[in-house]
């Protein structure tokens, strides 16, 4: 059974997988048309796989914002399989493609979908949400308590994006959406003093999850990072092994200016987790498989529309089925009148 057979398999199977399809499916719209109309075009163009074949897929790989560096090891992954398997025709390509966009993405690691780390016993997980602002950090924030506030959880937000005009208040209102307290000072106040508050209110409202939004632009950088390296230090400090999990929200839509800040922040604090918000906005959905690749830091969720729901937890096979969904389909309608 091929790869695209599995894949088929596994999404059309059962009632959850499907949903998830769905959700893969239109929201990754935009990135499928691009992608998956460039393939058609390339294997309609080429009757056998050549040089000249493999050269023009990196170009369209490369638009796709695969990353250069990723899209050079996977034409040689391509390659050695292709030679493998003995393949001549560039139909069959397709699957080989699908399979290693996967491999790619998960490396040595178990082919898995990451949860955030969330303490199931006793005690207080921090998540720490950091991230340039526009990137939509407070709007994933709040779509981010609200699906933890209905797995049961008790959730506190913290507003340590003092700086920002109007962010306070906006994660005030996703914070009253969801059901939520949201600890604050005012505008100008210092983030770790606010996050400091937080911990303290998360603790005597024996609450589950603690998550802090942090500032997104200060004058310069340093000044940022060294802001962000505080409020680092006051979770440590109030409870050792904290913050859990600290999460990046990148802007798919920017491409490879994303790759460039995922770069900037795992330099200067320990990135366990990326949130790529308005992948349904972008034809350049391959910004998930260079993230990955090249900085070898997990995806665990993806905006996928405006919805609460549409902050999706990362499922790097419901990704490549969502880029291939058309071609996956048009095969099953041949089949179907095949038989």
């Not at 049961?152 to 507003?159: D, E, M, Q």
């Not at 990955?292 to 096979?317: S, T």
């Amino acid at each position: 059974m091929g790869f695209m057979d599995k894949l088929k398999n596994k999404f059309t199977k059962n009632k959850e997988a499907e949903e998830v399809t769905e959700k893969y499916k239109e929201g990754m719209k935009k990135s499928r048309n691009t992608f998956s109309g460039k393939i058609n075009d390339l294997i309609a163009r080429y009757r056998k796989v050549d040089e000249d074949f493999f050269e023009e897929l990196e170009e369209v790989l490369i638009s796709a914002d695969v990353g250069v560096m990723t899209v050079m090891d996977l034409i040689d992954e391509l390659k050695m399989e292709v030679k493998r398997q003995n393949i001549k025709d560039t139909k069959e390509v397709k699957s080989v493609i699908s399979e290693k966009l996967v491999e790619i993405y998960y490396g040595d690691d178990d082919e898995e979908i990451e949860s955030i780390n969330i303490r199931n016993e006793d005690g207080l997980s921090v998540i720490l949400v950091v991230g340039v602002n526009g990137v939509g950090k407070t709007t994933s924030i709040g779509k981010l308590a609200s699906q933890l506030k209905q797995e049961g959880k008790n959730v506190v937000l913290a507003a340590g994006d003092t700086f920002r005009a109007g962010a306070i208040e906006q994660l005030e209102v996703w914070g009253e959406r969801a059901g939520v307290d949201v600890i604050k000072q005012n505008a100008g106040s210092d983030p770790a003093a606010v996050i400091f508050d937080g911990i303290k209110a998360a603790k005597s409202r024996q609450a589950d999850v603690l998550i802090c939004d942090t500032a997104g632009r200060l004058q310069n950088k340093v000044n940022l990072m060294n802001e962000l390296g505080k409020v680092k230090r006051v979770i440590e400090r109030e409870i050792p092994g904290a913050p859990h999990e600290v999460l990046l929200v990148l802007d798919a839509t920017t491409g490879q200016n994303a790759l460039s800040q995922a770069k900037t922040f795992s330099e200067s604090t320990d990135v366990s987790g990326i949130i790529l918000t308005k992948l349904d906005g972008t034809a350049k959905g391959g910004i998930v498989l260079a993230i990955r690749n090249e900085l070898n830091i997990p995806v665990k969720y993806v905006g996928l529309g405006e919805g609460i729901e549409d902050l999706q937890k990362f499922d790097a096979h419901a990704f490549v089925y969502g880029l291939f969904a058309d071609m996956l389909e048009e095969e099953n309608v041949i089949e179907q009148i095949d038989e």
